[in-house]
């Protein structure tokens, strides 16, 4: 009798502690990023510590791994609005459209939905915050091109945080237009440029832009190798949302690594590489979080479809070797490999086009491309924290916020 007693609060512990719902979400869409991404970014991490192998990253490390299919409503291989629009509401639609269904009915991302539940939203992306991925969370248009139209949606969201990428076309198609940073500033978001001025008006700011210091490029984060020292980094964005937002009530953030897919439509590998571990620094933050709320934090890590076919070697034989591309990275921080040299030509750099090393870099590094655009491949679904296990397996994209709103215990 005793055992049987032990036995039923041992299962009702499990069960309650199963059933906890999610107060934070984070939600992490790394743009283009397949498997083989993953797979490089993990064996440049061994490269680094002169090992074969495979060193992993932060959201590798997660309990919950699965596979999403990514097909949209029209096409076997899907564009980024149609993809976010299934990542973001749950429905396919066809290649070009966003937030809406094929027949031009709005769909509701699950950010209104979180919302609306009274938890606070953060919308935050590498590039520009009205492309098809950020769009998709607050925007409905049945072209994603229309990116003056998309952005005019922002400020009635009334999301507190917004961050990452300026607005592309802020003036129109024609540059006839009003101002979207005036418009966006009426509607009662504060919009801070840089660090410094983020830092001295968020006490006072009830919503939120963070953008990067005028005079840099403000429509996109730049490159991780391109990074100055007063530039935004993605994860110094997601800090700064995580600090805004929180509250009892909880919140909902959507970061995208939007340059991984930038860099994979032009077979770059060392772009490649490093704005997945740029995406991954940012996840780390979230991590952090999580290890202080590990029982009411849930983070979704997954793509919207894979760019460029990337293959682990492309020769016959065993080999691929990431050696050229710590060169590259050496050279940024200013360590050994300085010159980037080849044994062949050591001065190969010095009088190729940007296209011709992005080209050379692969084929030293023997990495192949099947494509400068997307692929239909699966994509991968990493998953952490309260209601992770909803994420184990194969499903969907447009299974995904449906699951994360079940974790969260809001009603899709």
């Known amino acids: 009798m005793r055992k049987l007693l032990i036995f039923a609060l041992t299962l009702l512990v499990v069960t309650s502690c199963s059933e906890k719902k999610a107060k934070y979400v984070f939600y992490f869409i790394g743009d283009g990023m397949g498997f083989s991404h993953v797979a490089v970014t993990e064996a440049f991490k061994a490269t680094e510590k002169e090992v074969i192998g495979s060193?992993?990253?932060?959201?590798?490390?997660?309990?919950?791994?699965?596979?999403?299919t990514t097909h949209s409503a029209n096409e076997f291989i899907t564009c980024s609005s149609a993809a976010g629009t299934a990542l973001a509401a749950g429905t396919k639609t066809r290649n070009g459209m966003l937030g809406e269904t094929p027949d031009t009915t709005n769909v509701t991302a699950i950010s209104y939905k979180f919302h609306?539940?009274?938890?606070?939203?953060?919308?935050?992306?590498?590039?520009?915050?009205?492309?098809?991925?950020?769009?998709?969370?607050?925007?409905?248009?049945?072209?994603?091109?229309?990116?003056?139209a998309i952005a005019k949606e922002l400020p009635e969201t009334g999301f507190e945080f917004f961050g990452g990428g300026g607005f592309a076309k802020p003036f129109g198609k024609e540059d006839s237009e009003r101002s979207i940073y005036d418009i966006v500033a009426e509607k009662g978001y504060t919009v801070s440029y840089g660090m410094e001025d983020y830092l001295a008006l968020k006490d006072?700011?009830?919503k939120i832009i963070m953008l990067q210091e005028k005079g840099k490029e403000e429509n996109v984060l730049p490159?991780?190798?391109?990074?100055?020292?007063?530039?935004?980094?993605?994860?110094?964005?997601?800090?700064?949302?995580v600090k805004f937002l929180d509250n009892d009530k909880g919140f909902f953030i959507m970061a995208e690594g939007g340059k991984i897919d930038w860099a994979a439509h032009s077979n770059d590998l060392a772009n490649t590489i490093f704005e997945t571990l740029d995406f991954d620094a940012a996840i780390?933050?979230?991590?952090?979080?999580?290890?202080?709320?590990p029982d009411e934090t849930l983070i979704v890590v997954t793509a919207d479809h894979e760019t460029g076919g990337i293959t682990l070697g492309k020769t016959k034989g065993y080999t691929f070797d990431l050696t050229i591309v710590k060169e590259i990275l050496d050279d940024m921080e200013g360590g050994e490999g300085k010159e980037v040299e080849s044994e062949e030509n050591p001065d190969v750099f010095n009088y190729m086009?940007?296209?011709?090393?992005?080209?050379?870099?692969s084929d030293q590094a023997h990495i192949g491309w099947t494509t400068t655009s997307h692929t239909g491949g699966a994509v991968p679904v990493f998953a952490i924290g309260a209601g992770s296990p909803l994420f184990s397996g194969r499903m969907d994209n447009t299974d995904i916020p449906k699951r994360i709103c079940k974790a969260a215990g809001i009603a899709f």
């Open 204 to 206: 006072s700011a009830k």
């Open 55 to 68: 060193e992993p990253l932060t959201f590798t490390q997660f309990p919950i791994l699965g596979m999403a």
């Open 116 to 148: 609306d539940a009274g938890r606070k939203v953060g919308i935050i992306s590498s590039v520009t915050i009205n492309h098809a991925t950020p769009g998709a969370f607050y925007a409905h248009n049945p072209s994603r091109s229309d990116y003056y």
């Open 223 to 241: 490159y991780r190798k391109d990074i100055g020292e007063s530039d935004l980094t993605l994860a110094q964005v997601v800090d700064a949302a």
């Open 353 to 361: 086009s940007e296209k011709d090393i992005i080209s050379y870099v």
């Open 284 to 293: 780390e933050v979230a991590y952090r979080f999580y290890l202080q709320h």
